[in-house]
């Protein structure tokens, strides 16, 4: 079946620590790679996304995310936190043939003790 | 723009009762989704649809059902609820033009069965 895994449930960090999330999915062929993040109370955002070119993908707020296609990653990255990174983070995808749905993960909560 | 809109923002519900849960658009998107939310299992989609007068299901589609008679609204029904149904419900839509477009979200219902 297809899927998307966000291993990590639930990440506590220091401010100022460095950050990485992974993301792997199980689809062949051309995809679609998103982050969103949700802030506590609010819906849910677009962070990044990746559909062709470089694989080093630069987002908003100093996200990150890299797309190894061999690996079927997409884990996403920021040099320092800040506690108002505490959120929580989904990883989705599409597929090219299959533009219409875009499958989640299950998310990784954020928590960024100040 | 409102962007996506959704009501109610909260409902409770019995066992057996059913409702209809609102979304509207205002972007011109043709794909909308629904989305629901449960703890450590992120975002499902429930049903979506890629245009007026055509629907289809998602992962979870049991238990609910779509129509989308215009571009701008697709509701969700629930026919008979259930505790299991019990879940925080997000409408999202996105343009058509290209697969990697990114999908806005509406502000979410959180529903509880009783």
């Known amino acids: 079946a297809q899927s998307v895994s966000q291993h990590n449930h639930h990440v506590i960090l220091s401010e100022a620590a460095s950050l990485e999330l992974g993301c792997n999915y199980s689809y062949g062929g051309t995809v679609n790679l998103f982050w969103y993040v949700q802030y506590p109370g609010q819906h849910l955002q677009l962070l990044l996304k990746y559909f062709s070119g470089d694989p080093l993908v630069k987002g908003i707020k100093g996200f990150e995310a890299e797309f190894i296609k061999s690996k079927f990653s997409f884990n996403l990255r920021k040099p320092s936190v800040q506690w108002s990174d505490t959120a929580e983070y989904f990883c989705?995808?599409?597929?090219?043939?299959?533009?219409?749905?875009?499958?989640f993960g299950s998310g990784t909560r954020l928590s960024i003790r100040p | 723009n409102a962007g996506v809109t959704q009501t109610p923002k909260f409902q409770v519900l019995k066992t057996g009762q059913s409702m209809t849960l609102q979304c509207a658009q205002d972007?011109?998107?043709?794909?909308m989704s629904w989305y629901r939310q449960d703890p450590g299992m992120g975002l499902r989609l429930i049903h979506y649809s890629v245009g007026a007068g055509i629907t289809d299901q998602g992962e979870v589609p049991n238990g609910y059902n779509v129509s989308r008679s215009t571009t701008e609204d697709f509701p969700l029904r629930l026919l008979s609820a259930a505790p299991s149904q019990t879940s925080v419900y997000f409408c999202?839509?996105?343009?058509?033009?290209?697969?990697?477009?990114?999908?806005?979200f509406g502000p979410g219902t959180r529903l509880t069965v009783l």
């Open positions: 989705a995808v599409n597929r090219g043939s299959s533009a219409s749905k875009i499958i």
């Open positions: 972007m011109n998107h043709e794909y």
């Open positions: 999202a839509s996105r343009d058509r033009g290209a697969s990697y477009n990114e999908q806005f």
